[in-house]
């Protein structure tokens, strides 16, 4: 059969991810030193773990209602108005869903018709893309800078607004960049927005970890935003549980209906031994999420220092677990520079274009590891360096 | 806790300037604190944990040796610790709650090097009133790391 005529034209379309490459050069290597996964290295606390395990003891295996057990819901809900001052009816204005992932899908297939445009920063997060040409519409990437902290600039929206400006989404604390955008940052994109028919689609899966004293603030909080904003959150990075596949999306009640409806039908319902186990984490887990912040902003100094060290641009990033520094300075494309250092130190780092055309110039490497782990890398990075008179 | 001490019991190698970066302290203060830490005894030592096994050494023992006492009179169970502490086959000594007193963790070469010194040198000693030797067959972890490599399909190709 001849496939390429008789698959999906848009699905045929996506292009593969380029990492895939490295990955399976990386498979065939042993020693391989990797600082390019982007979750927590610790495991989900032991108490999470426990409810979980108990609930399947007690045979709680069902199904739970499309939106998630009434408990989650209401507990998610409690979440978001102590940690962010964010109210939401956990009745009507709550679905949750498998992964943040899911929730990213279903917000965009509600919220965009064929032909319309998504606003995407970049670099950031591979699936906002591929997911919006799914859905018939156009993605217009919006440049961050290096000279702006990576973050999202008025201008740069303003200029690219158009008459089919769908949804904006705004992804911080950025992967991979761990830029951060504080409330004076996000005054000044809801000035522009304000008065639109933009919705924003607010990816907030690392609103946990942010450093230098200043947490999180979302944009719905913000006058007049959050009845445009759907909010998109998960347990994955904050509680470490990637594994679970448990996020939710929040927003006003008739987004949220539309996206339980095709929830519903290609879902049915989260894992509930996970949302067991989100309930615990969200009832006595804060503790947890300092411990692990404190530990990750530890890294996040090192490993700052150590690129410094090494005499490659870094900016400090004040979110989420990744480090963006620049390897601009050695000549080498983004990709040329991760494969070489591969192949010869075996140390595993993602070119900074597998997250938009402007993260070129980049490689991100990710601090979710030990300080052994983070400085033997550092250590073989160096050598790469200096053996190629790179700087 | 000082975040110096978690730091360098969980990697005792990083250097003052990296622990200064890590904890926004300059690096001549770590190095204070640090030399501190070690004149008051906080700081007893830095250990090297080595996985024996991957070396494929046969000539590397190790037994867990419990030991029942009798306190003495004036010194209790302290005199009895130093004296079997004194010895170099003996790593580590332990006092311990429940069904025996001491509990002596002694390395050697061979099994028969280990009995020997049980028989000749701890058993013989005054208030030793018994002991029990348990050799250790395979180490699993090791002051709190994971010796024997795991190996799962974590995320390999996950970009996120």
Redesign the interface.
Known sequence: MNYDSLLNRTALRIPP?G??RF?DIA?EMEDVISLS???PDFPTPWHVRDVAIDSLQKGRTGYSPNRGFTALCREICGYYSRRFGLDYDFRSEIVVTVGGSEAIDLAIRTLVNPGDEVLVPQPS??CYDPIARLAGARTVPLVTRREDEFRLTAQALRERITDRTRLLILPFPN?PTGAVMRREHLEEIAAVLRGTDIFVLADEIYSELTYNGQPHVSIASLDGMKERTVVVNGF?KSYAM?GWRLGYALGPAPIIAVMTKVHQYAIMCAPTTSQHAAIEALRNGDEDILKMRDEYD??R??I???FRELGLDCFEPEGAFYVFPSIAATGLTSEEFCERLLREKHVAV?PGN?FGACGEGFIRVSYAY???HI?EALRRIGQFLKENNLL | MDAILTILNDNPRLSNAEIAAMTGMTADEVGERIAAYERSGVLCGYKTIINWEKLERTDKVTAIIELKVTPRKDTGFEAIAEEVMGFDEVESVSLMSGGYDFSVCVTGRTFQEIALFVAKRLAPLDSVTSTTTTFVLKKYKEDGVILSSQSDERGADVIE
Do not use: D, K, Y
Request: glycine letters at 8%.
């Open positions: 991810s990492i895939r990955f498979a996964v982007g979750e997060f591979v992967n994955s990637t530890m890294r100094r090192l700052v220092r150590g993602v597998a030990s300080t052994a400085n």
